[in-house]
């Protein structure tokens, strides 16, 4: 059984950094696909990055360029480094999986097979 533990996430003042970290347990890590998805208050779930099996990156506009998404296989951890918060990021975080080629990368928060349980960020203004 496939299983996402996630930590990191907390309370910030804008312009800070955090990161999170996703383990994975029961999933063929170093070839899964991996992403982070976002819920804001009363908004839907919004992609945010995702990064192949080969380690190919994708980010949504909206954080392109303050924040970055890397995987460690050998851990079978991935992790997203958030730096210039805003308040607008404000949500809660879900890192997620899915059995996929290894050069494909999912953009969509419907393509994601696996969940992590979420952990919330709040940026302060």
């Known amino acids: 059984q496939v299983q996402l533990g996630e930590s990191g996430g907390g309370l910030v003042q804008a312009g800070g950094s955090l990161r999170h970290s996703c383990e994975g347990t029961?999933?063929?890590?170093?070839?899964?696909?991996m992403g982070w998805v976002r819920q804001g208050p009363w908004k839907g779930r919004e992609f945010v990055a995702s990064?192949?099996?080969?380690?190919?990156?994708y980010y949504a506009d909206s954080v392109k360029g303050r924040f970055t998404i890397h995987r460690e296989n050998a851990k079978n951890t991935e992790y997203l480094q958030m730096n210039s918060l805003k308040p607008e990021d404000t949500a809660i975080y879900y890192c997620a999986a899915k059995n996929s080629p290894l050069f494909s990368i999912w953009v969509s928060v419907y393509d994601y097979d696996y969940w992590g349980q979420g952990t919330q960020v709040t940026v302060s203004s």
């Open positions: 990064i192949s099996g080969s380690g190919a990156v």
């Open positions: 029961g999933c063929t890590f170093s070839t899964d696909a």
